[in-house]
């Protein structure tokens, strides 16, 4: 089973949820991450979103990169972090609507979506890191 998670920039919750769930699966689980906007291609992960990996032991080398028309035939789970992300991704590949979902479908706490830490602090990517490591330990 191949994962992409996706999120606008691909530089703080996509790279996070990419590198929990790469840590937490077996070799028949692989996962990957990209943005719905090119504002970061190339670009490595948000320093706040490397330091809340790394406080919970968890090494993360992504480069960003845009979602490309090839990932909708690649990927068999293609998980946005928000509603807009859901609906670009949904415009990009209008028939694949089968593999995409919300991130948080997967959250026992419940549907809605992962927050965007960009503007917040330390708290906020901590929070993050727990929805998304609640969601991919379902």
Not at 45 to 72: M, N, S
């Given at each position: 089973?191949?994962?992409?998670?996706?999120?606008?920039?691909?530089?703080?919750?996509s790279p996070?949820?990419?590198?929990?769930?790469?840590?937490?699966?077996?070799?028949?689980l692989r996962?990957?991450?990209?943005?719905?906007?090119?504002?970061?291609?190339?670009?490595?992960?948000?320093?706040?979103?490397?330091?809340?990996?790394?406080?919970?032991?968890?090494?993360?080398?992504?480069?960003?990169?845009?979602?490309?028309?090839?990932?909708?035939?690649?990927?068999?789970?293609?998980?946005?972090?928000?509603?807009?992300?859901?609906?670009?991704?949904?415009?990009?590949?209008?028939?694949?609507?089968?593999?995409?979902?919300?991130?948080?479908?997967?959250?026992?706490?419940?549907?809605?979506?992962?927050?965007?830490?960009?503007?917040?602090?330390?708290?906020?990517?901590?929070?993050?890191?727990?929805?998304?490591?609640?969601?991919?330990?379902?």
């Amino acid at each position: 089973m191949k994962v992409l998670f996706v999120c606008l920039g691909n530089i703080c919750r996509s790279p996070m949820a990419e590198a929990i769930f790469n840590h937490k699966a077996n070799q028949l689980l692989r996962a990957d991450s990209c943005g719905t906007a090119a504002y970061h291609i190339g670009d490595e992960p948000d320093p706040r979103t490397l330091k809340v990996l790394k406080k919970h032991g968890i090494v993360c080398d992504h480069v960003g990169r845009q979602l490309a028309k090839e990932d909708f035939e690649k990927f068999d789970l293609i998980l946005a972090m928000d509603k807009a992300n859901l609906q670009d991704i949904l415009r990009a590949g209008k028939n694949y609507s089968h593999k995409v979902k919300l991130m948080r479908e997967y959250d026992p706490q419940g549907p809605g979506e992962v927050p965007d830490p960009y503007y917040g602090g330390d708290k906020d990517f901590q929070e993050v890191f727990d929805i998304l490591e609640r969601s991919i330990e379902t």
